[in-house]
């Protein structure tokens, strides 16, 4: 059978349980509510409740039950476009290089949450390594790196054979290696976000869906089956994952399908030459091949792709040929848990920002770097929505025309890539 695609698969089975958050059963008024409990909201709830405001955050599942805990787990610095490239286009918004900034530094911003806090997330500050296959893809990460280098970012380009050593395999030409970067259990650090805001002071309330949302006075009122939240300011903070009131605004996302695999905990002599410093990877490739250990020695294989009924022999088959190339050892390794969720993607790679009315902010669309991105825009909201700063002049989010075509696209692509191109 399909996994659950409301699961996050193994993240779920190695995670410390989350904080208890009961659904919300009775009217509640605060400064501040948010709804959306992944690292957008629970960022945000944490940021403002230590600011001393009063927060509510309404969950319409399960803390990190969407994009948050379903992901690779890196961290990474940046946008998936190049720098130069990124800067550009927030420049034609009007918006300087000060984001640019902020997502260059938001790993650290993660490390010193996870830090701070004492949270529980596997947290491997070790680096990671873009890995190129191929003659075009060394192209790309050599003027990455030197973007990169450009702005003072520690970044290395290394060869086939630092590549090899790094990776423990010689399907790369090179890698480039970012030390800002690391890897993290996704779902574990929501749950650790949601425990910091929680012990700072904010109210968390799972299975409780806002069905509708209306001005009253001076305050948002929020409804839900259990009851009304009252409050003058709101954060929307669902993504892809939108639902009720926040179903419009995704309608400027197309949603790539993202799916993962992975082994037992293998044994020490297999897992010292995989990955041996720790970080996490991915190449090139169109559609990518992304891998990763976690802290009890899974091989962890994804890429782009849905596990449903109809495509969930096509890309286990393929994970299983991909990992025995990668790593001839790991041939014939049972795959013992896979898991997709969905990732929101915007046709220009810059994230939406959605204000639909006074006191009321959101923002969608990271296009596949969800874990910094959205820890640091989850306080600037918070920040915006005291009072205490203003947002980036990201675009508003607009209907995509070419949506449904974009989803299918993603979905069928992938699978027939999976199936007959990628037999190597």
Not at 371 to 398: F, K, M, N, Q, W
Request: charged share 20%; aromatic share 6%.
């Amino acid at each position: 059978m399909p996994p659950d695609p409301d699961s996050p698969g193994l993240w779920a089975e190695t995670a410390p349980p989350p904080p208890k958050a009961p659904p919300l059963d009775a009217d509640a008024s605060a400064d501040l509510a948010v709804v959306g409990a992944g690292y957008t909201g629970l960022a945000a709830a944490l940021a403002a409740a230590e600011a001393g405001a009063r927060v509510v955050v309404l969950e319409a599942l399960q803390i990190g039950s969407g994009g948050s805990g379903r992901n690779v787990g890196l961290v990474n610095a940046g946008s998936w476009l190049m720098p130069d490239e990124f800067e550009r286009r927030l420049a034609r918004h009007g918006a300087d290089a000060a984001l640019a900034r902020l997502l260059a530094d938001a790993p650290a911003a993660v490390w010193a949450l996870v830090e701070r806090h004492g949270i529980d997330c596997e947290a491997r500050p070790v680096g990671t390594l873009h890995c190129a296959p191929d003659a075009a893809g060394l192209s790309a990460l050599d003027a990455r790196a030197r973007q990169w280098q450009a702005r003072g970012a520690p970044v290395t380009l290394l060869d086939a054979q630092a590549t090899r050593a790094r990776t423990g395999t010689d399907a790369f030409r090179a890698a480039l290696f970012d030390p800002r970067a690391g890897t993290v259990q996704p779902l574990s650090y929501a749950r650790g976000l949601a425990r910091a805001a929680a012990k700072a002071g904010a109210s968390i309330h799972v299975g409780s869906p806002v069905r509708a949302a209306a001005r009253a006075g001076d305050d948002w009122v929020l409804s839900t089956h259990g009851g009304n939240l009252r409050a003058p300011r709101v954060i929307w903070a669902g993504n892809a994952y939108g639902q009720g009131p926040a179903a419009e605004p995704t309608q400027a996302l197309a949603t790539l399908p993202y799916f993962n695999f992975a082994t037992d905990p293998l044994p020490a002599d297999l897992r010292a030459a995989i990955l041996p410093g720790g970080e996490g990877a991915w190449d090139t490739e169109k559609i990518l091949t992304s891998f990763r250990l976690d802290a009890a020695g899974r091989f962890i294989i994804g890429s782009v792709g849905q596990l449903g009924s109809a495509d969930l022999a096509t890309h286990r088959a393929w994970a299983e040929r991909r990992m025995a190339r990668l790593y001839p050892q790991l041939a014939g390794q049972r795959l013992t848990h896979g898991w997709w969720g969905r990732i929101g993607t915007t046709p220009d790679a810059l994230p939406r920002l959605w204000q639909p009315g006074p006191g009321a902010f959101g923002v969608l669309g990271y296009n596949g770097r969800g874990i910094a991105p959205g820890t640091v825009l989850g306080r600037l909201l918070a920040e915006a929505a005291l009072g205490r700063g203003d947002l980036p002049p990201l675009p508003a989010p607009s209907p995509d025309p070419l949506r449904a075509g974009r989803n299918l696209a993603f979905r069928v692509g992938s699978a027939l890539w999976h199936a007959a191109i990628q037999r190597r």
